[in-house]
């Protein structure tokens, strides 16, 4: 269960990011393109967890789909925790049983996905992982995925200074002018 001022939180650091709607940027597409082929993936997602919908930043192997409802998706629960969001066999798994994409015409069977999380713990949404063919995914391979979601938090980070350096410059010429 979420705690109502922890998600109140959590959308605030979302905000703050405010990589929400932006265009696709190539950083984060060839993360997406390198953990498709890194875990022989057909899709390979860099998903925000907003406040009614999960929205993908980058996607590889989708091409018609932009965001998701929030309700009930993957990326939801696997913002929960700090740790990796495995399934292996989702039509076996009571997590993921009544899922749409599961239950429905795009059979999702195989899921992984590890938090984006901010450098003060907020978790903005996943790197995630899919393919309509059950797996296995091993410790290692969790711990790897983790790490490419380190690596996305960095472009977040790196784009949210940039974003900070260009406003205290157009201040500091708004006062000299």
């Known amino acids: 269960m979420i705690d109502p ?3 109140t939180r959590r959308l605030a650091a979302v905000r703050r990011y ?3 709607d932006t265009p696709p940027d190539g950083s984060f597409d060839r993360i997406t393109a390198l953990a498709g082929e890194l875990f022989d993936v057909p899709i390979a997602l860099v998903t925000i967890v907003d406040e009614d919908r999960i929205w993908f930043k980058s996607r590889h192997g989708i091409d018609d789909v932009s965001q998701i409802g929030r309700d009930p998706g993957l990326c939801a629960s696997a913002i929960l925790d700090d740790v990796p969001y495995v399934v292996e066999e989702a039509r ?3 997590r993921t049983l009544a899922n749409p994409l ?3 015409g795009f059979g999702l069977q195989f899921y992984a996905a590890a938090p984006l ?3 003060d713990g907020h978790r903005l949404g996943t790197l995630c992982i899919i393919d309509r063919e059950p797996r296995m995914f091993s410790p290692r391979q969790a711990d790897i995925l983790q790490r490419l979601s380190d690596v996305v ?3 977040m980070e790196l784009r949210i200074s940039a974003l ?3 406003g205290a410059r ?3 010429s708004d006062r000299g002018a």
Do not use: H, N, Y
Request: net charge negative.
């Open 92 to 94: 076996a798994d009571p």
């Open 153 to 155: 938090m960095d472009e």
């Open 170 to 172: 157009r201040e500091g």
């Open 102 to 104: 599961v239950a429905g």
């Open 117 to 119: 999380r901010t450098s």
């Open 164 to 166: 900070k350096a260009i």
């Open 18 to 20: 405010d990589i929400l």
């Open 5 to 7: 001022e922890q998600e």
